[in-house]
């Protein structure tokens, strides 16, 4: 099992900056990915960002340029700097990660609310 601990998120206006970050514990797998989804109501919950063990990053084409993913593999830990924030980046955030091998777990965090005002 793994544990997902989110931190960061809240209100912030148009433009402004929020840092998100989630902690793993638990029976973590060397090679594995983690990063953020987010999900709107009514909608399915899409990626924002993801970063494997060994540095690789995937974005989505709409936080390209405004969100950066960073991760501490010593202690388990991934960050999203997200600059320039719009209202359509409004949305329950959730921390992600899964073992990098065929059949590989998947696990998530409990969400953070991300609220952007225009």
């Known amino acids: 099992q793994v544990q997902l601990v989110e931190s960061g998120g809240g209100l912030v206006q148009a433009g402004g900056s929020l840092r998100l970050s989630c902690a793993a514990s638990g029976g973590i797998f060397e090679i594995n990915a983690m990063g953020w989804y987010r999900q709107t109501p009514g909608k399915q919950r899409e990626l924002v960002a993801t970063?494997?063990?060994?540095?690789?990053?995937n974005y989505a084409d709409s936080v390209k340029g405004r969100f950066t993913i960073s991760r501490d593999n010593a202690k388990n830990k991934v960050s999203l700097q997200m600059n320039s924030l719009k209202p359509e980046d409004t949305a329950v955030y959730y921390c992600?990660?899964?073992?990098?091998?065929?059949?590989?777990?998947?696990?998530w965090g409990q969400g953070t609310q991300v609220t952007v005002s225009s």
């Open positions: 970063i494997t063990s060994g540095g690789s990053t």
């Open positions: 992600h990660y899964r073992e990098l091998w065929v059949g590989g777990a998947v696990y």
